[in-house]
C-alpha cells in the first residue's frame, strides 16, 4: 500500500444488550479506540440482540472508500461460540464473495484484563482475608471455559489466592455454587470480581449470586473506558494489521 492508501477499517463486535447502559458503556469503549487509532475508520456492530449485525455492517463497509479492508476485532473477553462459529461463519462468508476481511482475536485472556480485574478489586477493598470468586459469562465451548480458567489463574497470582470460577450461564459452577462454595471454608468476605464487559443482565446476576461484595465490571457506567481495555482492542486490529490486512496504521 502506498501512504495515500485507506487502513484498515476496524469493526468492533460486541455481544449486544438490552440494557441501556450497558450499550452506552460500550459505545464508549468504541468510541475511545477510535480516538487512539485516527485515520482508521472504526464501526461498531453486535453479533446477538441489538443490530446492526455483522452481515449488515460488512455491507456497509464494503464499497467504503475510506476502508482498504476490515479486521474484525470481537469484544468478547473469551473465545467462545460467538468468536469460532456466528463470528467465523459470518467472516468467511464475506471473505467468500470477495470481501477483503479477517477476524481478530478475542480481548482473553490477557495481563491487562487482569490487571483491570485487580484495581476493580482495590477499589471494593481486598482485605487479606477475602476469597475472590471470578464471575465470568459462560460458554458451551470449552475453549471459552479454559480462557476464564486462565484469567482466574493469573488474577490468583496477582492477589495472593485461589482464585475459582463461577459462570452466569451454559457453564458449571454456576456464579452462586461457586459462591457457595467458597463460603464454607471463607476466613473472611467471599469478593465476587466480575469477569464481564459491561453493566447488563448478567452483570446483575452476578450481583446477585450471594457475594458480600461485588466488583463492577470492567466498563463502568457513566466512566470513561479504561486504557487497558482500549490498549488491548486496539491490540487486536493492530495483530491482524501485521499480519497483512493492510499496512499498520499510526496509534
Known amino acids: 500500500m502506498t501512504a495515500h492508501q485507506p487502513e484498515p477499517a476496524l469493526l468492533a463486535i460486541s455481544h449486544g444488550t438490552d440494557s441501556a447502559t450497558g450499550a452506552a458503556a460500550v459505545a464508549r469503549l468504541v468510541d ?8 482508521v475508520p472504526v464501526r461498531a456492530g453486535f453479533v446477538d440482540v441489538q443490530q446492526p449485525d455483522v452481515p449488515t455492517c460488512l455491507a456497509g463497509l464494503r464499497d467504503d472508500p475510506a476502508a482498504a479492508a476490515t479486521v474484525v476485532v470481537p469484544l468478547l473477553l473469551s473465545a467462545g461460540y460467538h468468536v469460532h462459529v456466528d463470528l467465523r461463519e459470518d467472516v468467511d462468508a464475506a471473505a467468500g464473495a470477495g470481501d477483503d476481511v479477517v477476524l481478530g482475536g478475542a480481548l482473553g485472556p490477557d495481563d491487562r484484563l487482569v490487571d483491570l480485574l485487580v484495581r476493580r478489586l482495590d477499589e471494593v477493598g481486598l482485605r487479606a482475608d477475602d476469597t475472590v470468586v471470578l464471575a465470568a459469562a459462560g460458554s458451551s465451548d470449552a475453549r471459552a471455559v479454559a480462557d476464564c480458567e486462565t484469567t482466574a489463574a493469573r488474577l490468583a497470582a496477582r492477589v495472593g489466592r485461589p482464585v475459582t470460577v463461577g459462570y452466569i450461564a451454559n457453564a458449571t459452577p454456576r456464579a452462586a455454587e461457586a459462591v457457595a462454595a467458597a463460603r464454607a ?65 499510526t496509534a
Open 32 to 39: 475511545a479506540v477510535a480516538a487512539r487509532v485516527p485515520g
Open 185 to 249: 471454608g471463607a476466613p473472611g468476605r467471599v469478593v465476587v470480581a466480575t469477569y464481564l464487559l459491561a453493566p447488563g443482565f448478567f452483570a446483575d446476576l452476578a450481583a446477585r449470586a450471594g457475594g458480600d461484595v461485588t466488583t463492577a465490571p470492567l466498563l463502568v457506567a457513566g466512566a470513561e473506558a479504561p486504557a487497558e481495555l482500549v490498549e488491548v482492542v486496539v491490540d487486536r486490529y493492530l495483530d491482524e494489521v501485521r499480519a497483512g490486512a493492510g499496512r499498520r496504521p
